[in-house]
């Protein structure tokens, strides 16, 4: 089956062109200015519209279980909410509980997976340290397709790893051609602030902010990127929320450190005050970490992207239920952490971004889709439209308008945290490997059509041959004597 799309402008991250586009089967096979139409082609008419290459969201968590409760979307509905906002392609969590095997988190997550209706691929957390994780490393790498590793500095006592333990993963990431992944809050700061604050009788959510201030992710952030330079390996900070962690990343990038960043579309336009909010299911399904920051740092977040000391912009969709978020009813603590984001992500990006003057569409295409593609290393085959690469397409109209809300979402949630934003510059047609999955409204994606997409390691840095006992130093820690 061929399709052809006609009369738009082709954007790309380094370059826009008034072109034609032609799909056969789940490959673009020609994209120039005028092409014939092939017997038995679809056409498109993409007029008036640009053609830019699908979406792809570097962090989400579909069907997660976590704080006691599993989120509301699914791979099938999360990848049909992405694909309805233009994103073809998701990049999720396996999640391995302390001390389980990562092999085994891998297959429950691509069995989770086989519902999905948009292509996806998956990073790996490293949630505690032992002979058994290093080596399921290689296999995580070079059997499975994953090249990225992700390490929570936070969620004491749950999933939080420590610096000798970043240090031993970063390590053997840069062994295997590995990136690590971090989610900088220093945890045993939050922890005490949290139990400060409980204790003073403050247990609503604006209590969630006030545990978790910029500093907790300044701190581990320079921290993170300390211990990796340390290691020898890159490293990539997810949602990226403030000022203090956005300088530490351009200190390291200014110093020729590979050190990427990634804001979030919630913290670029939504801010603390809505913590503050009478109503407490209106704080509480906002309740995500790091939280909405106070205004001022969306300033950072934009000229971080503006400049290219921040690259790609993603929701960390963990979607869950007012009826979830009320466990928290008593102890904000207790709040699932987690907002939506996947079908808007776009939308707003192209509304608060491009119309605002802040990036150009070329930008917008980088912060999107190429970026991500480029940092995971499945560029060009996604994140391009050219000849060859997997056609994902989104048709954009500048022009369409819509305002964002609940009712009309296809995220599986009762509530949408960009409710009443108003939107102009819209996907009006999503393609996945060819097929049209989303036509104004339509979905026409099904459960199962996702494709899982193996992302191949990196040339491996140094200290490539250090065994097990060289990278963990597994030796008993002694305790020195201290005389007053
Ligand atoms: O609040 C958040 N971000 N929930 C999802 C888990 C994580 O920390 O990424
Ligand atoms: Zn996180
Ligand atoms: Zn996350």
Not at 292 to 308: N, T, V, Y
Not at 438 to 444: A, N, P, S
Request: charged content about 25%; proline content about 5%.
């Amino acid at each position: 089956m061929s399709v052809l799309i006609r009369g738009g402008t082709v954007v790309n991250h380094d370059h826009s062109r008034r072109a034609d586009v032609l799909i056969d089967g789940e490959t673009i096979t020609a994209v120039a200015p005028r092409l014939d139409v092939a017997r038995g082609a679809e056409i498109i008419d993409a007029g008036g519209c640009y053609v830019m290459p699908g979406g792809i969201d570097p962090h989400t968590h579909m069907e997660l279980m976590f704080m006691g409760n599993v989120s509301a979307d699914d791979f099938e509905w999360g990848t049909k909410a992405a694909l309805s906002g233009g994103t073809t392609m998701i990049v999720d969590f396996c999640i391995p509980a302390p001390g389980a095997s990562m092999l085994a988190a891998y297959q429950d997550w691509r069995r989770k997976a086989e519902k999905a209706a948009g292509d996806y691929g998956f990073h790996m957390a490293v949630t505690c340290w032992s002979k058994q994780i290093w080596e399921e490393m290689e296999t995580v790498t070079k059997t499975y397709g994953i090249n990225t590793f992700k390490h929570f500095m936070a969620y004491k006592g749950a999933l939080m790893v420590n610096d000798d333990e970043l240090y031993n993963s970063f390590s053997r990431c840069a062994q295997l051609g590995a990136m690590p992944l971090v989610h900088a809050e220093n945890g045993d700061v939050v922890f005490r602030l949290q139990e400060h604050l409980l204790s003073r009788g403050i247990t609503g959510p604006e209590g969630h902010a006030y545990s978790r201030p910029p500093e907790v992710e300044g701190e581990a952030t320079n921290r993170a990127i300390m211990i990796a330079d340390m290691a020898g390996s890159p490293l990539y900070v997810v949602h990226t929320s403030c000022r203090q962690s956005h300088e530490a990343i351009k200190r390291a990038r200014e110093a020729g450190k590979r050190v990427f960043g990634e804001p979030l579309i919630q913290h670029l336009v939504l801010d603390e005050s809505d913590y503050r909010n009478k109503d407490w299911d209106y704080a509480a399904r906002r309740v995500m970490s790091p939280p909405f920051r106070p205004k001022e740092h969306q300033d950072s977040l934009w000229a971080g992207l503006q400049s290219g000391s921040l690259q790609v912009v993603a929701t960390d969709h963990c979607a869950f239920t007012t009826e979830q978020k009320r466990m928290g009813a008593k102890d904000f603590t207790r709040i699932p952490n987690g907002t939506g984001g996947l079908e808007d992500r776009m939308p707003v990006l192209w509304s608060a971004g491009v119309n605002t003057g802040r990036l150009t569409k070329e930008e917008f295409v980088a912060a999107t889709s190429a970026n991500s593609a480029r940092i995971l290393n499945v560029y060009p085959r996604k994140g391009a439209i050219a000849v060859g690469c997997d056609a994902d397409v989104v048709i954009w109209d500048p022009k369409a308008t819509k305002t964002i809300s609940a009712k009309r979402q296809v995220s599986r949630i009762d509530y949408n945290v960009f409710e009443g934003f108003q939107c102009t510059g819209l996907p009006v047609l999503t393609l996945n490997r060819g097929r049209i999955a989303w036509k104004q409204g339509d979905l026409r994606a099904e459960k199962g059509d996702g494709k899982y997409i193996e992302r191949p390691p990196f040339p491996a840095v140094h200290v490539a041959n250090a065994t097990w006992k060289e990278l963990s130093s597994p030796r008993p820690v002694e305790r020195m004597e201290v005389t007053p």
